[in-house]
């Protein structure tokens, strides 16, 4: 039997384009080949050349033949500029606490990629291909998670991005951490040796902080889609209304995003008869968690729409400093190292992922209260059975965990290197916090699934609509019904595993 072959993998083209942030996240998990665009190359090689002159001339260039930071008054020496860029990177990999995930360092280099192509901030086209081969070869850098004020750049987390470049540091390769001077050589990439300005263009900019929002606004998408569709399942379940979800009653509101939910629930729940059943309010007055699904989830999606906008204007800019124009034969100064809108966008993204959780919390509360023919804590036997009692504290544990962490870190600042760098935007501690609460909200979604559908199987006379009949079926053969008291924890992971499974085809059908 001939063996069959594997079908190449498209390449990721790096050019002056703009990118969707879809394309960035595609790229990134199905791990594509990059290859640069000779536009792009030759671009970077000019401004390369450029920065050569430079470093070499009478002119004093911060990064290029200065120190850093308050040592910017500092004067290098000619011979000297290749040991400043390396000792840039060695003393500026600072970074502390665990490495982040192979997936978020993926991110961070094809965010850095796309500040090089642009060619304006003196990195070769060598260092760049390098970095481009690192990842065609799967050797990643391994950066710690924490360190960064995000502005000055992320210089930390950079740096030991930029450390494999060099020989040293940690990378994953095949699917292990190892250290990167044994990995290179096996691989037999020797180490580079800096020219002028580069250890400056690999650690300045926000790609880190940058990188992370790419991924938490992929995933805030999904869960916003993901948490519509889950909700449809406790809306039946809860035999709610269907007036507060029609078209017509939105139309009177200028707010796109109610009438993106309302659609989307009203595409979902057509064919139920939830809202005939005798256990429905009689004056459709739901509480607010189910009535008020529309302004609530149309406000998050907004947030998500701000944090989508933001974020996807950031990577594709230049983030670095100084920054050079060859053709003019200029080399200007300023602040594209500042995080602030990237901090802003994932501080407001918290805020509007803990409101996702907030109110999925409260509709599982009222599922589990004894209300509308539903027995107290969805179990045939209260008392010698608890039921789904006890996930519903761990979804507000949860949820009182997510607002504590919904603290914006952007409106604080403390200074750095003796007053130079007075205003930071503290972005790193807004990215890692936004990552802490997506993982929580996955899981108090997950729990209000596991509560609706228990609830599904024990409303009486419920007739599911189409959509979700399917789902709820699906769902029961991943985890099946609670018939007596079980431990939950091996519930609550499959029920998250089974929205992780699907939530991105839900999000993707909320959209359309």
């Given at each position: 039997?001939?063996?069959?072959?594997?079908?190449?993998?498209?390449?990721?083209?790096?050019?002056?384009?703009?990118?969707?942030?879809?394309?960035?996240?595609?790229?990134?998990?199905?791990?594509?080949?990059?290859?640069?665009?000779?536009?792009?190359?030759?671009?970077?090689?000019?401004?390369?050349?450029?920065?050569?002159?430079?470093?070499?001339?009478?002119?004093?260039?911060?990064?290029?033949?200065?120190?850093?930071?308050?040592?910017?008054?500092?004067?290098?020496k000619p011979e000297e500029v290749?040991?400043?860029?390396?000792?840039?990177?060695?003393?500026?990999?600072?970074?502390?606490?665990?490495?982040?995930?192979?997936?978020?360092?993926?991110?961070?280099?094809?965010?850095k990629l796309l500040t090089f192509?642009?060619?304006?901030?003196?990195?070769?086209?060598?260092?760049?291909?390098?970095?481009?081969?690192?990842?065609?070869?799967?050797?990643?850098?391994?950066?710690?998670?924490?360190?960064?004020?995000?502005?000055?750049?992320?210089?930390?987390?950079?740096?030991?991005?930029?450390?494999?470049?060099?020989?040293?540091?940690?990378?994953?390769?095949?699917?292990?951490?190892?250290?990167?001077?044994?990995?290179?050589?096996?691989?037999?990439?020797?180490?580079?040796?800096?020219?002028?300005?580069?250890?400056?263009?690999?650690?300045?900019?926000?790609?880190?902080?940058?990188?992370?929002?790419?991924?938490?606004?992929?995933?805030?998408?999904?869960?916003?889609?993901?948490?519509?569709?889950?909700?449809?399942?406790?809306?039946?379940?809860?035999?709610?209304?269907?007036?507060?979800?029609?078209?017509?009653?939105?139309?009177?509101?200028?707010?796109?995003?109610?009438?993106?939910?309302?659609?989307?629930?009203?595409?979902?729940?057509?064919?139920?008869?939830?809202?005939?059943?005798?256990?429905?309010?009689?004056?459709?007055?739901?509480?607010?968690?189910?009535?008020?699904?529309?302004?609530?989830?149309?406000?998050?999606?907004?947030?998500?729409?701000?944090?989508?906008?933001?974020?996807?204007?950031?990577?594709?800019?230049?983030?670095?400093?100084?920054?050079?124009?060859?053709?003019?034969?200029?080399?200007?100064?300023?602040?594209?190292?500042?995080?602030?809108?990237?901090?802003?966008?994932?501080?407001?993204?918290?805020?509007?992922?803990?409101?996702?959780?907030?109110?999925?919390?409260?509709?599982?509360?009222?599922?589990?209260?004894?209300?509308?023919?539903?027995?107290?804590?969805?179990?045939?036997?209260?008392?010698?059975?608890?039921?789904?009692?006890?996930?519903?504290?761990?979804?507000?544990?949860?949820?009182?965990?997510?607002?504590?962490?919904?603290?914006?870190?952007?409106?604080?600042?403390?200074?750095?290197?003796?007053?130079?760098?007075?205003?930071?935007?503290?972005?790193?501690?807004?990215?890692?916090?936004?990552?802490?609460?997506?993982?929580?909200?996955?899981?108090?979604?997950?729990?209000?699934?596991?509560?609706?559908?228990?609830?599904?199987?024990?409303?009486?006379?419920?007739?599911?609509?189409?959509?979700?009949?399917?789902?709820?079926?699906?769902?029961?053969?991943e985890v099946p019904m609670l018939?007596?008291?079980?431990?939950?924890?091996?519930?609550?992971?499959?029920?998250?595993?089974?929205?992780?499974?699907?939530?991105?085809?839900?999000?993707?059908?909320?959209?359309?």
């Amino acid at each position: 039997m001939k063996s069959r072959k594997t079908a190449p993998k498209s390449t990721f083209r790096l050019d002056t384009r703009r990118y969707s942030l879809d394309e960035l996240v595609a790229t990134t998990e199905a791990q594509l080949p990059l290859s640069l665009a000779p536009k792009s190359r030759a671009r970077i090689q000019r401004c390369a050349r450029f920065v050569q002159k430079l470093a070499v001339s009478d002119q004093h260039v911060y990064g290029v033949n200065s120190g850093f930071g308050s040592l910017c008054e500092t004067r290098i020496k000619p011979e000297e500029v290749g040991a400043l860029q390396l000792r840039h990177v060695l003393s500026h990999a600072a970074g502390v606490g665990p490495v982040v995930s192979e997936r978020t360092s993926r991110f961070v280099m094809l965010v850095k990629l796309l500040t090089f192509r642009t060619g304006h901030t003196g990195i070769t086209a060598e260092t760049v291909e390098r970095l481009m081969e690192l990842w065609n070869r799967g050797i990643i850098p391994a950066i710690p998670k924490k360190g960064t004020v995000g502005a000055s750049g992320d210089l930390s987390p950079l740096a030991h991005l930029a450390l494999p470049l060099l020989g040293f540091g940690q990378v994953y390769y095949r699917g292990e951490l190892r250290e990167a001077a044994e990995v290179m050589a096996k691989e037999k990439l020797p180490p580079l040796e800096l020219k002028a300005k580069e250890g400056l263009a690999l650690t300045n900019g926000v790609q880190y902080i940058n990188g992370i929002a790419v991924d938490a606004v992929s995933r805030f998408r999904e869960l916003v889609g993901a948490a519509e569709v889950i909700a449809s399942l406790s809306i039946q379940a809860f035999s709610a209304a269907q007036t507060f979800y029609d078209p017509l009653y939105h139309s009177t509101t200028e707010h796109p995003t109610r009438h993106q939910v309302s659609r989307h629930l009203s595409s979902i729940l057509g064919g139920s008869n939830h809202w005939q059943l005798p256990t429905a309010n009689r004056s459709k007055q739901d509480p607010y968690s189910f009535r008020c699904m529309p302004q609530v989830h149309g406000a998050i999606r907004q947030v998500l729409g701000f944090a989508s906008n933001t974020i996807e204007d950031e990577v594709n800019g230049v983030s670095d400093n100084p920054l050079f124009f060859p053709e003019e034969g200029r080399v200007l100064f300023g602040g594209n190292l500042h995080g602030e809108s990237t901090a802003f966008a994932l501080d407001f993204l918290a805020i509007g992922a803990t409101e996702l959780a907030n109110i999925a919390e409260r509709r599982t509360y009222q599922l589990l209260s004894g209300c509308r023919g539903l027995p107290s804590f969805l179990t045939a036997m209260p008392g010698l059975d608890s039921g789904l009692m006890i996930p519903q504290y761990t979804s507000a544990a949860l949820v009182n965990e997510c607002k504590v962490l919904s603290t914006p870190a952007s409106v604080d600042t403390i200074m750095t290197c003796q007053l130079q760098e007075d205003h930071v935007s503290m972005g790193g501690t807004s990215a890692y916090k936004a990552q802490e609460i997506l993982d929580n909200v996955e899981i108090v979604l997950a729990i209000e699934l596991l509560t609706a559908a228990q609830a599904i199987d024990l409303a009486q006379g419920l007739v599911l609509s189409k959509k979700t009949l399917a789902i709820h079926r699906a769902f029961r053969r991943e985890v099946p019904m609670l018939r007596e008291d079980r431990i939950q924890s091996v519930d609550i992971e499959r029920a998250r595993a089974f929205l992780n499974t699907h939530r991105r085809s839900w999000a993707h059908e909320a959209e359309v």
